[in-house]
């Protein structure tokens, strides 16, 4: 069963920093592009963060240039996402996902592996 798992998620203060894991289970994701995404109630799942399969490239959202990081290690099947400045805006909960079919991409329906979501609340 291929599996996406994240954890990492919780409660922090504004300007505090958190870092998401994603472990991939069930198949090898050291080939494919990986991305972060979230969700509030009511609203779309928004891209976040994206990587290529190599880890290096990377690209983001404009809300979270210079605050978060997305990175990669294949020998580990995992991908990471470091949140620092965190604003009360960022509470949402946060999805990993892989796309076997594109080089990256920012769109929900081009990703074909999606974890639970992991929490993510930042109190003011």
């Known amino acids: 069963q291929v599996q996406l798992v994240e954890s990492g998620g919780g409660l922090v203060q504004t300007g505090g920093s958190l870092r998401l894991s994603c472990k991939g289970s069930?198949?090898?994701?050291?080939?494919?592009?990986m991305g972060w995404f979230r969700q509030t109630p009511g609203k779309e799942r928004e891209f976040v963060a994206g990587?290529?399969?190599?880890?290096?490239?990377?690209y983001y959202a404009e809300f979270v240039k210079g605050r978060f990081t997305i990175s990669k290690d294949n020998a580990k099947n995992m991908v990471y996402l470091q949140m620092n400045i965190l604003k009360p805006e960022d509470t949402a909960v946060y999805y990993c996902?892989?796309?076997?079919?594109?080089?990256?991409?920012?769109?929900?329906?081009?990703?074909?592996?999606w974890g639970q979501g992991t929490q993510v609340t930042v109190s003011s």
């Open positions: 996902a892989a796309t076997i079919r594109f080089g990256s991409s920012r769109l929900p329906h081009e990703y074909d592996y």
């Open positions: 069930g198949r090898s994701f050291s080939s494919d592009a």
């Open positions: 990587i290529n399969w190599s880890g290096g490239s990377t």
